[in-house]
């Protein structure tokens, strides 16, 4: 307690010792430390500690961050006299690391010079701006007709195994060269699928702007539970600083059952779905600290993409819905669209950015303007058709497009595209540039195309009549 004998003085001292009352499925209950509060670190005799996240009339509940196999009912515990903290700054960048800041990759442990708390209030409405800037992800369907602008918070929707995470990943690898830092929260996924994540954005050069921020499947809920407090408190220290970042939490689902799991395990009462009665609280603390900051705070931004896991495409469950509420747009993903071979799966009509249109590029707006409900009524006419009623030659020109339009949105997984490529393949749809093609070979032709325009001089402030003769041009060449 006393660095050298000369710091030690006479006086009555008095301090508080509590005493582990049980242990399990890591929680540990502790009786005593009655001056204890939420989100306290509390140590015990053996050297283990753990985070305070129940208070009971005669006992706390706790959740074990660190543990030895010495930790037995009886121990003493006392309070350590701060709160939970995880190392943040740029030394972070390309690193795989636990809730608490442990690598995971094998390397040694990062020189933390800053620290920021877990939990954290989010900024106040005189502290944030308008969004106002866009956030490309490289998705052809996303940057057209779904954008997404600095600082939203856009949800990831859809049932398992269609294409969220791959969606998300592409976003992270686009930042490169964009001055975008990103945070990848994985919660309870295998090793194996981790691993794969962690190779990729390696091979793709996207690790050096990136954090990984991990909590296996079979990690205690406590992390998982903590995953993505670590992620948000890595970007917010950059976000405060003025940078942008960009923030995946991979998935939220997983995060809400390992917090019911701990909510149960402390005898919380249970709600709808046996969640307890704070389930939206929990998201909507850790969702709100993503916004965009006025010049005056810093001018930096947060953008999350939050996943989400439905069962059988049910929007109307009690996590989706919680989180669509909080939440600026989502991203839906539909199995019907996946079985029928359309990638990727994004239900264009269920999906929507509330604020993102507003940070589009004037260009990209104009040339995407009319696409959108082109392609509904496409879907709607399509469907009509196959009754096989005959046809007016106007509907048969307007489904021809529409299957036209169909093939252009198809899209191979971790092949972001620049903004240039968006606005190319808008004009040359818009324009009619495309009619003449037949839908089977699209596709090849629109990849050679896209290739030439990002190795041109095009920008998107170029005059539109530049970039219709150079797409002209470049069709008839390779037509």
Known sequence: MFKTPSDYRFGLRLSERGCVAGIGDGIVWVRGLPSAELDELIGFDDGSTGLVFQLGKDMLGAILLSQTHDLTAGMSAQHIGRKLEVGVGEVLLGRVIDPLGKPLDGLPAADYRHYAPLEAAAPSILERDFVNEPLYTGCKIVDALIPIGKGQRQLIIGDDGLGKSSLALDAVINQRGRDVLCVMVIIGQTRSSIAGVIETLRQTGALEHTVVVVAEANALPGFRYLAPFSGCAIAEHWMRMGRDTLIVYDDLTRHAQSYRELSLLLQRPPGREAYPGDIFYLHSRLLERSTVLSISSGGGSMTALPIIETRQGELSAYIPTNLISITDGQIYFDSKLFAAGMLPAIDIGRSVSRIGGKAQHAAIKAASARIRLDYLQFLEMELFARFGTRLESGVEEKLRRGRILR????????????????????????????????????????????????????????????????LREQLMVLT
């Open 407 to 470: 093939e252009v949105l198809k899209q191979d997984r971790l092949e972001p595209l620049p903004e240039q490529a968006h606005l190319g393949w808008l004009l040359a749809y818009s324009e009619g540039l495309l009619t003449d093609l037949a839908p089977t070979v699209v596709n090849a032709t629109l990849h050679e195309l896209l290739q030439s325009l990002v190795e041109s001089s095009l920008s998107l402030n170029s005059p539109k009549p530049q970039w219709l003769a150079y």
